[in-house]
C-alpha cells in the first residue's frame, strides 16, 4: 500500500480522465474529466498539488504488440511536459492497452449507454490505468513503469 497519493491519467486529444487513491490505500477511484487543451497542465498541475501525490500514472497506449504508436508519442510528449511542471513528483508511464475498452465495456454493462458513458469514460480509464498500476506496486514492491523523460513547457 502507498505512504502517499497516487494519481492516474488517461490522456487523450479530447478528454484527459483522472483517478486517485488515497495515501495507505491501494483503491483507485474517479476525480475529474480535464478538457484537453490550452489550460490542461494547469488544470493537472492543480490536481498534483491537490493531492500530493509521490506518484503520477499516465497509461501510455501501445499496440497489442508493444508497440509505440502515433498514439503514444504524442502522450510520451504530454508526460514529459507534465513531468517538467510537477517536479519533483515522479510521473511514470504504464501499459494502458485496453484500459478504455475496459471501462467501457464495465459502464455498457452497468447500464450506460455510449452517449452517457463520454463524461466518465476517461474517469474510468483513468481508474483502470492507476488500478494496475497499484496492483504492479504491491506485486514489485515500488513503483512500476518507466519515468517520463522532462522537457521544458
Known sequence: MPDRARLGIDWGKARIGVAACNPGVSFAYPVETVPAGAGE?????????????????????????????????????????????????????????????????????????????????????AVEILQRALDGEEREGAPVGEPAAKEET
Do not use: C, W
Open 41 to 125: 497542465l494547469v488544470r493537472l498541475a492543480e490536481l498534483v498539488a491537490e493531492y500530493d501525490p509521490d506518484v503520477v500514472y499516465v497509461g501510455l497506449p501501445l499496440t497489442l504488440g508493444g508497440a509505440r504508436s502515433h498514439a503514444a508519442e504524442f502522450v510520451l510528449a504530454k508526460a514529459a511536459q507534465l513531468a517538467a511542471r510537477v517536479t519533483p513528483v515522479e510521473v511514470r508511464l504504464v501499459d494502458e492497452r485496453m484500459s478504455t475498452a475496459s471501462a467501457s465495456r464495465s459502464l455498457g454493462s452497468a447500464g450506460r449507454r455510449a452517449r452517457q458513458q463520454r463524461s466518465v469514460i476517461d474517469q474510468a480509464a
